[in-house]
């Protein structure tokens, strides 16, 4: 059976069964906490990043907003950043975690502010304290980078911040180009068409747009996922200035998680990142991949063995785009890597009855 007969046999799948799928979402999520210090970010690090071909260092900023809007109501399958949210999280207090992580930033080039979800969606971050944040910001860094969902993309939107968008880069969690996959294995309603015409919006109005792809959502099979990953890459490449691919890993209070508990997941091989990047290479713009989790149980990974020297061919090839960093990697859990692809083939998807979220 090919990808795309697999796909379509995803569309006979029932509405009862959709609800099913989000009613686990919203079981699952409900067991965050959301209780973090409204006061204290989540997390800030440095990390190496390149720039017009250039390497340099990004100061990357996690702030505890009030949480995604989406994850509060079911949340995509595969996402547990609702954790790292404060339901006390006010206007005030998230400029405060601001400041007080934008005291680590001393010769970084690039500022990267991820939330639990949308930087654009004003239920996280409001109009007026998005403006405050970008204007600081813009005046210390090159680049500045922000996560959002497509749906908060709107002229209206843009155009409050558009005198940044020189700086700007819109990181949009895509995850897929088709439509069957974002709505059951992601668990995100959303469509392939509006991101194609907000990313055009964007891109018209001088904003870079960063695609991010999602590598082996749930109830995919691995040779299936690697495919859907370099369509996808393929389809958005003229409207992207970056693309990141990124393998699913396990994130607590999550319908990932609860499926692997169960036996019934495995995140991607890094085998599949390096097949995903050397087929998407020649897409006409920037492929990389930063892997969470990588080489642990809970991220993509190999046999433990050869998972050091393939990570640092994937962070190699992600900053220098240089395709030969990738040839000659071997290891012996290559040939099973190969194997486990041949039997993932003769699989499909999940029916209706292996839909079993219950946890006895």
Known sequence: MTHMQQVGSVASLSQPLLRRIREAGTRERSKAKRNLDPYSYVSCWTEEESVDGKDCKALVVILATRGCSWALRSGCSMCGYTNESSSAATEESIWQQYLSALRNLSDQKVLKIYTSGSFLDTFEISPVLRRRILEDASARV???????????????????????????????????????????????????????????????????????????????????????????????????????????????????????????????????????????????????????????????HNCGKCDKRVLEAIADFSRHQRISVLDGLDCRCRSIWKEDLKLSNLGAFYTEQDYRFDVS
């Not at 558009?162 to 996959?181: H, Q």
């Open 142 to 300: 090159e680049r500045i980078v922000v996560e959002t969902r497509h749906e908060y993309i709107t002229s209206a939107t843009l155009g409050h911040i558009s005198d940044f968008s020189d700086k700007i880069m819109l990181a949009v969690g895509l995850e897929s180009a088709n439509d069957m996959v974002l709505n059951y294995s992601v668990n995100k309603p959303s469509n392939f068409s509006h991101f194609m015409r907000t990313a055009r919006l964007a891109g018209s109005m001088g904003f870079k747009i960063k695609s991010y792809l999602m590598l082996k959502p749930p109830f995919t099979s691995e040779a299936d996922a690697i495919d859907d990953a370099v369509r996808t890459a393929q389809l958005v490449s003229s409207l992207s200035n970056t693309v990141s691919v990124n393998p699913t890993n396990i994130q607590k209070d999550t319908i990932v998680e609860l499926l692997w508990k169960k036996g019934a997941y495995r995140p991607p091989w890094l085998w599949s990142v390096v097949e995903v990047l050397r087929r998407s290479a020649e897409s006409g713009t920037r492929v990389m991949s930063k892997p969470t989790g990588a080489g642990t149980v809970r991220g993509a």
